[in-house]
């Protein structure tokens, strides 16, 4: 009844590990107040419902909003040096004698120029950001033991 067909396209090679492409998704190793604790710094308002921001006190939505705006200072910092340690080695490369590309990576970041470029563009992980508040005192020194 079945016709025995035997394939030999450009797909050929698919048809013989069909079931074997899995998709592995990241797995998120920090806990759910973990993740809170970093959601506040990194989303402000946006990490909580409409329902929850209505029952915060004025003097909760006012710390939130101060430590949120206090993480993005913080992470446009971080970025502008991430993007000027990948331009700057990058320029490296291609002009090692420059003594522009070498002020240039001397480079100090400017709080009022806002990067605006994503975590993923600058190879950012969450661990990086992590770090950098924990470092910066906005995340508590214990934060990987809640």
Not at 44 to 57: D, F, R, V
Not at 93 to 106: G, V
Request: net charge positive; aromatic share 16%; glycine share 4%.
């Amino acid at each position: 009844m079945y016709q025995n067909v035997n394939y030999q396209g450009k797909l050929a090679q698919k048809q013989l590990y069909f079931g074997q492409d899995v998709m592995e998704y990241e797995q998120d190793v920090f806990t759910p107040y973990q993740n809170l604790l970093y959601k506040q710094l990194v989303f402000g308002y946006k990490a909580y419902s409409s329902e929850e921001l209505q029952k915060m006190t004025q003097k909760e939505l006012v710390d939130i909003k101060t430590k949120y705006a206090k993480a993005q200072r913080i992470i446009n910092i971080y970025k502008q040096e991430k993007l000027t340690q990948y331009v700057g080695g990058f320029l490296s490369q291609l002009f090692p004698r420059s003594p522009f590309i070498k002020e240039l990576n001397n480079f100090e970041p400017d709080k009022k120029f806002f990067c605006t470029l994503s975590f993923s563009e600058l190879n950012i992980s969450k661990q990086d950001i992590v770090s950098l508040f924990i470092e910066k005192n906005m995340l508590p020194k214990n934060f990987y033991a809640l």
